[in-house]
């Protein structure tokens, strides 16, 4: 059975923005919340800064869309890869 990269591609992408997203609304909420995660992220994504709330948010998310996608068209294309062979 093979994984549709197209689904996956989609898939990941969403999830990592929705998650990010989540993330960032709490963090907004509840101060500390995600606070060392969304620093992390700040030294990966260059441009995304976690103080400087809506853009740093909107960069942020079209980051994570990216790399969530990226992550599900690796994930499906392995998958993929490795079913064919066994």
């Known amino acids: 059975?093979?994984?549709s990269i197209k689904g996956m591609l989609i898939a990941g992408a969403l999830f990592k923005a929705i998650v990010f997203l989540f993330i960032s609304l709490?963090?907004?909420?509840?101060?500390p919340y995600g606070g060392a995660y969304l620093a992390i992220l700040s030294s990966f994504y260059p441009g995304y800064?976690?103080?400087?709330?809506?853009?740093?948010m909107i960069v942020g998310t079209l980051?994570?869309?990216?790399?969530?996608?990226?992550?599900?068209l690796?994930?499906?294309c392995l998958y993929n890869f490795f079913a064919d062979h066994t």
């Open 1 to 3: 059975m093979k994984l």
């Open 26 to 31: 709490m963090n907004l909420i509840l101060r």
């Open 49 to 56: 800064d976690p103080v400087s709330v809506p853009i740093g």
């Open 63 to 72: 980051y994570s869309l990216l790399a969530g996608a990226l992550a599900g």
């Open 74 to 76: 690796l994930f499906a």
